[in-house]
């Protein structure tokens, strides 16, 4: 990452980079370390999922660190935020239910939280970490012409339907990983084969060789806060 997003800046003329830390450290969770790499390299706001308590190290982070989000559709009393204003832009972080976990409903947190910013024309980026594609979908439908751009994550394959819909909010169902290539959605491809084979809760490691690098570029009109772009990004490096 520190190898490329140096040279995206420059070439795209990029304003704010939104980087989901969900599993940087070794495969699993986050920790303050591993957000202080993230930093380094560029980031300027880091969004989560259902794994943002597997390193516990990070939960005081999230309450006196930088920009780290967690879901904002966990319990309102859990450590940490599920928004942050950056760059006059509005990120937000959303956890799916469905195939993932128990958590409150997303729909109803992002409505609760458009209430505070219904009068305000600013960009609105919403990363929202969930397995299905058809809750994806569903929000991405949900929230048009409200937020400018709905971005799932969670599943590490990246999706070709990225798009701007009719109201304004560029969408994709999945944007991919930053990972190796030669793994399982980033993991070291015998120890996967050896758990799928086996049904033995084995240790998963951390895959290696040539990396993938996945993003989108959403081009938003910061007067109106609606999507004009969005395009793929992809590098690979050693």
């Given at each position: 990452?520190?190898?490329?997003?140096?040279?995206?800046?420059?070439?795209?003329?990029?304003?704010?980079?939104?980087?989901?830390?969900?599993?940087?450290?070794?495969?699993?969770?986050?920790?303050p370390?591993?957000?202080?790499?993230?930093?380094?390299?560029?980031?300027?706001?880091?969004t989560t999922g259902n794994h943002i308590w597997a390193q516990k190290e990070i939960i005081p982070y999230l309450e006196s660190g930088p920009a780290i989000l967690r879901?904002?559709?966990?319990?309102?009393m859990n450590p940490g935020r599920g928004f942050f204003l950056k760059n006059n832009s509005l990120i937000v972080n959303l956890v799916g239910r469905v195939f993932i976990g128990n958590f409150d409903c997303p729909f109803r947190a992002m409505d609760q939280l458009l209430t505070e910013f219904e009068h305000k024309s600013i960009p609105i980026?919403?990363?929202?970490?969930?397995?299905?594609?058809?809750?994806k979908v569903a929000m991405g439908k949900y929230l048009n012409g409200r937020v400018s751009a709905v971005l799932g994550t969670h599943t590490h394959?990246?999706?070709?339907?990225?798009?701007?819909?009719?109201?304004?909010?560029?969408?994709?169902?999945?944007?991919?990983?930053?990972?190796?290539i030669d793994s399982v959605i980033g993991d070291d491809t015998d120890s996967?084969?050896?758990?799928?084979?086996?049904?033995?809760?084995n240790r998963l490691s951390v895959g290696k060789g040539k990396v993938n690098f996945d993003a989108v570029l959403v081009e938003v009109d910061e007067n109106?806060?609606?999507?004009?772009?969005?395009?793929?990004?992809?590098?690979?490096?050693?």
């Open positions: 990452m520190e190898e490329i997003l140096p040279g995206l800046y420059s070439e795209y003329n990029i304003d704010l980079v939104i980087g989901n830390g969900e599993n940087a450290a070794g495969g699993l969770g986050l920790t370390r591993t957000a202080e790499e993230l930093f380094y390299c560029g980031i300027d706001v880091i879901p904002l559709n966990y319990p309102p980026i919403v990363d929202f970490h969930a397995e299905a594609t058809s809750e394959v990246g999706t070709v339907d990225a798009q701007v819909l009719p109201g304004g909010t560029a969408y994709v169902t999945d944007i991919g990983m930053v990972g190796p996967v084969l050896n758990r799928f084979l086996t049904q033995m809760p109106t806060g609606r999507a004009v772009d969005i395009k793929r990004i992809q590098r690979t490096t050693d």
